[in-house]
Nanobody, 114 residues
């Protein structure tokens, strides 16, 4: 079992920055990848960024050059630094971990005002 707890969402103006963090607990040694997904109102959940155990990172095209994912293995956290935010980044952001099966956090709201 893996438990994920997100923090760091909020309200920001266009062009601003936010940093999301996700703390993992439980069977963390078995985690193969961690990442962030988001779901905007009326839309399907979509991948934002993932980081694999070996360090490979992938981003959605819509966030490349603006968002940076990182993982701190000593603190069992994964973070998402979001810069140059746009109104279309408004969504609930979910932390995700793959460890035999998918685990999800409860989500944190990000609102970008125009």
């Amino acid at each position: 079992q893996v438990r994920l707890v997100e923090s760091g969402g909020g309200l920001v103006q266009t062009g601003g920055s936010l940093r999301l963090s996700c703390a993992a607990s439980g069977s963390i040694l078995s985690i193969n990848l961690m990442g962030w997904h988001r779901q905007a109102p009326g839309k399907q959940r979509e991948l934002v960024a993932i980081i694999l155990r070996g360090g490979t990172i992938n981003y959605a095209d819509s966030v490349k050059g603006r968002f940076t994912i990182s993982r701190d293995y000593s603190k069992n956290t994964v973070s998402l630094q979001m810069n140059s935010l746009k109104p279309e980044d408004t969504a609930v952001y979910y932390c995700h971990a793959l460890s035999g099966r998918d685990y999800w956090g409860q989500g944190t709201q990000v609102i970008v005002s125009s």
